[in-house]
């Protein structure tokens, strides 16, 4: 399958700072790119999509001037979490899809990014 | 909204036993469905899907049938192993739109030699 990477792995911060999460595609060209978050011992909840190019489409209840993403290429989407505060601390995963691919739109998953906001 | 329920764990097994892990969903039409897993350390890996009612997907050695009468779509092995060790969930994505995924909670399972 298709390889996703995200970096940092985990990261630790202080309120009140931003922190930026990569995810990368490595080996195909991701149209679609989804950022999830996990809370410990829940379900993956789906927090944006975005599409090469275009403005993320936020779920509701998930503040987009809280949770900024960009994805301006097609192997790399950032997720920003701006003024970062303790209850941003969460498990943040990332997908990414190719429309054009062939599989159904299948989503290929990143490792996860442990954020700790102190 | 569509949502997916499945059996709490964590679940503990020994090797070469048969597995159930309980998957139950509600959506309005007819999603697509799917089990994930995800071992330790590493990003969600698709296991098998379903997409219409009847179907069966399997990879591995498991196996899901997509019931539509009882909106369910359980996981089973018929004999375990200890690399099968891992989180599994189980997933729905409606068929319009942007193919966003619903998940259940996850479930641990862990299997001893």
């Known amino acids: 399958g298709a390889v996703v990477s995200q970096h940092p792995s985990w990261v630790i911060c202080k309120s009140g700072t931003s922190v930026k999460i990569e995810c990368r595609s490595l080996?195909?060209?991701?149209?679609?790119m989804f950022w999830y978050r996990q809370f410990p011992k829940q379900s993956l909840m789906l927090m944006a999509t975005?599409?090469?190019?275009?403005?993320?489409?936020?779920e509701q209840g998930v503040e987009k001037d809280k949770f900024l993403i960009n994805h301006a290429s097609l192997t790399l989407s950032t997720l920003t979490v701006t003024s970062a505060h303790p209850e941003d601390s969460s498990f943040y995963i990332c997908?990414?899809?190719?429309?054009?691919?062939?599989?159904?739109?299948?989503?290929?998953f990143g490792p996860g990014t442990r954020l700790t906001v102190l | 909204g569509d949502s997916v329920t499945q059996m709490e764990g964590p679940v503990t097994l020994s090797e070469e036993a048969f597995l159930t892990i309980n998957c139950t969903y509600t959506?309005?039409?007819?999603?697509?469905l799917f089990w994930y897993v995800q071992y330790p350390g590493e990003g969600l890996q698709l296991l098998l899907k379903?997409?219409?009612?009847?179907d069966k997907g399997s990879n591995k050695g498991f196996e899901a049938t997509y019931r539509k009468e009882t909106t369910s779509f359980h996981l089973e092995k018929g004999s375990v192993q200890v690399s099968d060790s891992a989180v599994y969930f189980c997933?729905?994505?409606?068929?319009?739109?942007?193919?966003?995924?619903?998940f259940g909670q996850g479930t641990r399972l862990t299997i001893n030699p």
């Open positions: 997908s990414a899809s190719n429309w054009f691919s062939g599989r159904n739109n299948e989503q290929f």
């Open positions: 080996d195909f060209q991701a149209t679609t």
């Open positions: 975005s599409n090469e190019g275009s403005k993320a489409t936020y």
């Open positions: 959506a309005t039409g007819y999603p697509s």
């Open positions: 379903a997409t219409k009612a009847d």
């Open positions: 997933a729905l994505s409606d068929i319009q739109g942007a193919q966003k995924l619903v």
